[in-house]
């Protein structure tokens, strides 16, 4: 075992080479997992993944400290569900909407509205369905989702890549806007947007398949 086997990593803002340079929230994740030293490691899912880095980054250093319990909650969290990106999307812009400047909320309404039009696919339900966490920070918004609407139903193309280009995007607006919106508690706003995305991501997550009984109890209890 060499020294750097022996660093602990210090949870800060950024990239990092090593652990001896510390770690953002996902290279601490890579390292519990014992995968290989990445700020992309395979154990989480991409889209979580992306929120944590972000949550991490747009945190103060004052207030990182207090995520660092929470890594261990996206090791393993790898859900293959289509679902997935569109509901977690969804709710980092539910936390985000209602505070961050008029600029973002325009973009955040957009890819909010997408992204519940690919979820009522999904369902099989009417394609202008909206579920109701998302109807209430529109309607909170209603300069910004009016103009969304209209953008929206003016393009005729549909948000082939929402899940590699729009969701990300939309993410990463949605998190730094709250950390430089006019609010007097950013740090707990982005704490309580990444507990909330961990615990979207985990409800999606497939049943656990059932344990095999032994032999030795089915041949006792026939």
Known sequence: MNNLDLAVPVLSRGKHR?????????????YLAGEPWSDHPACTHPLLAGVARDVNDCTTDSGRSRLAPMIPSVIGMTP??????????ARCIQHALPVVSQERQYILAVALLVGEKQLAELDGRPLDHIEPDSLAVLQAVPSATKWARAFTARSRRGAPDFARRTAPRAVSCAVEGISQACV??????????LVDAVAETKSWMPAPAPRPIPTEVVRFTV
Request: charged residues 35%; aromatic residues 10%.
């Open 80 to 89: 293959d569900d289509p679902h997935v990106v569109p509901r977690v999307t």
């Open 18 to 30: 090593n652990p001896r340079k510390g770690a953002c929230f996902m290279e601490f994740a890579s």
């Open 184 to 193: 007097p508690d950013p740090d707990d706003r982005l704490y309580r947007l």
